[in-house]
C-alpha cells in the first residue's frame, strides 16, 4: 500500500499529464497534424474546447480505470471527427492506449474496444468529409498501433524486471534459510557433544562416587562389629544405613547411562595413563611422554578430565596424524598443564568438532580451560585443569 507522500506525488504527475493532453490536443486541433488543415474544417470553437477537455480530464483516473480513460478519449475523437473538426491526429487515445497497455495485459475484450473505436473513427470522419479518409486512416491507425506496441512491451520489461527481482529476493531467502540450518545443525552437533560428554562424565562421577561411599559403608559396618558406646554404635549404623541408600539412589538415577556403553569399567586417571600409552603404541602410534615438574595428585575431577582429555587427543593424533604424539605433563606451575602435539596431513580435527567440543566441556566443568591450535604442520591442544578437589 502506498504512502501519502507517495499517492499525493501520483496525484500531482496524473493531473500534469491531463493538463498536457489538453494542450497538445488543442494545438493539434488550431494548427492541425503532420498535414495542413484542410479545407472546410471546422475551427476551433466552443464545443471543441469542451469536447478536448472531456478527453483530458479523465486522465487524472487513469491508474484506476485504464480501459475506461481509452474509450472516453478514443470516444471523444470519433465525435470530433463527426463534428468536422481536423482530428486527423489526437493526442488523447494515443496516450490512453499507451497507458492501458503500459499496465493492463491485453485481452480480447481490449482488442476489440480499440478495433471498434477505430472504426467508428473512421466512419465519422469519412461522413463529415464524405469520402474515405485515408489520411485519418494512416495518421490514425499508425500511432494508435505504435502507442499499444510501446505500451506492451513496457509492461512486458516490468515484469521481467519484477520477476528477476523476485527471483533475487528468493535466492537471497534460500541462501539465508541454508545460512541459518547450517547454523542450527552446528548448535545441534555442539549441543549432542556436550551431552554426550556430560553423560560420560556423569558415569566416571557414578564409579567414583558409588567406591567411595561404598567404602564408608564397609568402613562403618565394621566399627559396628566393634565395641562402642551405644550412641556412637547407633550413628554408625545411620552412617551405613545413609551410604547404602546413596549408592542405591545413584544406581538407579545413573544407571541407565550404562546402556549400550561399550567402555570398560577401568579406572580414570592419570594412574591409567600407562596403559592408555601402551594401547595407543600397540596400534602404531608413537607417542613420547615428557615431565615437568614434580609429580602432584590431581582432585577426582580434575584427574578424570585430564585422562578423557589425553584419550581424545590420542584419538585425534592417530587419526588426522602422521603416526607420533607427544605429550607433555607439567606440573610446575599453579595450575596442571597438559599438552598434546603432533604432525597433521590435510585437515586437522574442527575447533567446534564433536571430540573437541567434548574435551573443552571437560575442562571447563572442571574448572579450567582448553585451546586448540594449528601451528604449520603440527596440531597443538593445550589443557588448564586446577588441582583443587584433592583429598590426600
Given at each position: 500500500?502506498?504512502?501519502?507522500?507517495?499517492?499525493?506525488?501520483?496525484?500531482?504527475l496524473?493531473?500534469?499529464?491531463?493538463?498536457?493532453?489538453f494542450?497538445?490536443?488543442?494545438?493539434?486541433?488550431?494548427?492541425?497534424?503532420?498535414?495542413?488543415v484542410?479545407?472546410?474544417?471546422?475551427?476551433?470553437?466552443?464545443?471543441?474546447?469542451?469536447?478536448?477537455?472531456?478527453?483530458?480530464?479523465?486522465?487524472?483516473?487513469?491508474?484506476?480505470?485504464?480501459?475506461?480513460?481509452?474509450?472516453?478519449?478514443?470516444?471523444?475523437?470519433?465525435?470530433?471527427?463527426?463534428?468536422?473538426?481536423?482530428?486527423?491526429l489526437?493526442?488523447?487515445?494515443?496516450?490512453?492506449?499507451?497507458?492501458?497497455?503500459?499496465?493492463?495485459?491485453?485481452?480480447?475484450?481490449?482488442?476489440?474496444?480499440?478495433?471498434?473505436?477505430?472504426?467508428?473513427?473512421?466512419?465519422?470522419?469519412?461522413?463529415?468529409?464524405?469520402?474515405?479518409?485515408?489520411?485519418?486512416?494512416?495518421?490514425?491507425?499508425?500511432?494508435?498501433?505504435?502507442?499499444?506496441?510501446?505500451?506492451?512491451?513496457?509492461?512486458?520489461?516490468?515484469?521481467?524486471?519484477?520477476?528477476?527481482?523476485?527471483?533475487?529476493?528468493?535466492?537471497?531467502?534460500?541462501?539465508?534459510?541454508?545460512?541459518?540450518?547450517?547454523?542450527n545443525?552446528?548448535e545441534?552437533?555442539?549441543?549432542?557433544?556436550?551431552?554426550?560428554?556430560?553423560?560420560?562424565?556423569?558415569?566416571?562421577?557414578?564409579?567414583?562416587?558409588?567406591?567411595?561411599?561404598?567404602?564408608?559403608?564397609?568402613?562403618?559396618?565394621?566399627?559396628?562389629?566393634?565395641r562402642h558406646?551405644?550412641?556412637?554404635?547407633?550413628?554408625?549404623?545411620a552412617?551405613?544405613?545413609?551410604?547404602?541408600?546413596t549408592?542405591?539412589?545413584?544406581?538407579?538415577?545413573?544407571g541407565?547411562?550404562?546402556?549400550?556403553?561399550?567402555?570398560p569399567?577401568?579406572?580414570?586417571?592419570?594412574?591409567?595413563?600407562?596403559?592408555?600409552?601402551?594401547?595407543?603404541?600397540?596400534?602404531?602410534?608413537h607417542?613420547?611422554?615428557?615431565?615437568?615438574?614434580?609429580?602432584?595428585?590431581?582432585?577426582?575431577?580434575?584427574?578424570?578430565?585430564?585422562?578423557?582429555?589425553?584419550?581424545?587427543?590420542?584419538?585425534?593424533?592417530?587419526?588426522?596424524?602422521?603416526?607420533?604424539?607427544?605429550i607433555?605433563?607439567?606440573?610446575?606451575?599453579?595450575?596442571?598443564?597438559?599438552?598434546?602435539?603432533?604432525?597433521?596431513?590435510?585437515t586437522?580435527?574442527?575447533?567446534n568438532?564433536?571430540?573437541?567440543?567434548?574435551?573443552?566441556?571437560?575442562?571447563?566443568?572442571?574448572?579450567?580451560?582448553?585451546d586448540?591450535?594449528?601451528?604449520?604442520n603440527?596440531?597443538?591442544?593445550?589443557a588448564?585443569l586446577?588441582?583443587?578437589?584433592?583429598?590426600?
Open positions: 500500500m502506498s504512502s501519502p507522500a507517495t499517492a499525493r506525488s501520483r496525484a500531482l496524473d493531473t500534469a499529464l491531463a493538463a498536457a493532453v494542450v497538445v490536443s488543442l494545438a493539434l486541433l488550431v494548427h492541425g497534424g503532420p498535414t495542413p484542410r479545407a472546410g474544417a471546422r475551427g476551433l470553437d466552443a464545443l471543441g474546447v469542451l469536447l478536448v477537455a472531456c478527453s483530458a480530464v479523465p486522465f487524472v483516473l487513469w491508474r484506476r480505470f485504464p480501459l475506461a480513460v481509452f474509450t472516453v478519449a478514443a470516444g471523444v475523437s470519433v465525435l470530433l471527427a463527426g463534428f468536422g473538426y481536423p482530428a486527423d489526437v493526442l488523447g487515445p494515443i496516450a490512453a492506449l499507451y497507458l492501458l497497455a503500459a499496465n493492463v495485459p491485453w485481452t480480447v475484450r481490449n482488442a476489440a474496444v480499440a478495433a471498434g473505436l477505430l472504426i467508428a473513427y473512421l466512419g465519422a470522419a469519412a461522413y463529415a468529409q464524405e469520402a474515405f479518409p485515408g489520411v485519418g486512416l494512416v495518421h490514425t491507425a499508425l500511432p494508435w498501433a505504435a502507442a499499444w506496441f510501446a505500451g506492451e512491451r513496457t509492461r512486458l520489461r516490468r515484469e521481467q524486471v519484477t520477476e528477476l527481482r523476485q527471483r533475487a529476493v528468493d535466492a537471497e531467502r534460500a541462501a539465508e534459510r541454508e545460512r541459518l540450518r547450517a547454523v545443525e552446528a545441534r552437533e555442539r549441543r549432542l557433544a556436550v551431552a554426550e560428554e556430560r553423560a560420560r562424565i556423569a558415569r566416571d562421577l557414578h564409579d567414583s562416587a558409588g567406591h567411595a561411599i561404598s567404602l564408608i559403608a564397609v568402613r562403618a559396618g565394621a566399627a559396628r562389629l566393634r558406646q551405644d550412641g556412637a554404635l547407633r550413628s554408625l549404623e552412617i551405613e544405613e545413609l551410604a547404602r541408600q549408592v542405591a539412589e545413584i544406581d538407579q538415577l545413573v541407565s547411562l550404562r546402556e549400550g556403553d561399550p567402555e569399567a577401568a579406572p580414570l586417571g592419570l594412574a591409567s595413563l600407562d596403559t592408555l600409552i601402551a594401547h595407543h603404541s600397540a596400534a602404531g602410534l607417542v613420547e611422554l615428557d615431565l615437568a615438574g614434580t609429580v602432584r595428585p590431581l582432585g577426582g575431577t580434575a584427574d578424570q578430565a585430564a585422562y578423557r582429555i589425553l584419550q581424545q587427543a590420542l584419538a585425534n593424533a592417530a587419526r588426522h596424524g602422521t603416526g607420533h604424539a607427544r607433555e605433563l607439567d606440573f610446575t606451575g599453579e595450575d596442571f598443564t597438559l599438552t598434546v602435539t603432533n604432525p597433521v596431513r590435510g586437522p580435527p574442527r575447533a568438532g564433536h571430540g573437541v567440543i567434548g574435551m573443552r566441556e571437560r575442562a571447563t566443568l572442571a574448572g579450567g580451560s582448553l586448540a591450535t594449528r601451528l604449520e603440527t596440531y597443538r591442544l593445550r588448564r586446577p588441582y583443587g578437589g584433592h583429598q590426600p
